[in-house]
């Protein structure tokens, strides 16, 4: 999560940028998740936490590599690309949710197996 804040940081290219504690503000809810969940001491707790880490990175990580990789950068374009930094955290915890979703009906599901 550190290396991919990090680098949505680098990719915007700017020392002080408004904008970067919106951009990453899944990777902080996931941050702050997974310490209460450590401090909880729970065994087998983590797995909506990763689902949710899994999720939203993925759509971070989506959104950065298209707009690194924009061959011909036009004002149209641009303007496009600066709507997705605007969205994409919105989409991130959308795919966030249902990675969490599915990594606790994974854990209940495999719970209630091993127990029959």
């Not at 990580?61 to 690194?68: G, K, R």
Request: net charge positive; aromatic share 12%.
């Amino acid at each position: 999560m550190i290396i991919l804040a990090i680098s949505c940081y680098i990719t915007q290219g700017v020392l002080f940028n408004l904008l970067f504690p919106w951009v990453i503000s899944p990777l902080i809810v996931a941050w702050l998740w997974l310490k209460h969940e450590q401090s909880l001491k729970e065994e087998g707790s983590y797995a909506a936490v990763m689902g949710f880490v899994s999720g939203s990175s993925l759509v971070l990580i989506y959104c950065h590599v298209m707009w690194l990789s924009q061959e011909s950068v036009k004002s149209v374009s641009l303007a496009a690309a600066n709507m997705d930094f605007i969205l994409s955290p919105l989409y991130a915890f959308a795919l966030g949710t249902v990675g969490a979703i599915i990594g606790y009906s994974t854990r209940r599901l495999r719970r209630d197996s091993c127990h029959k």
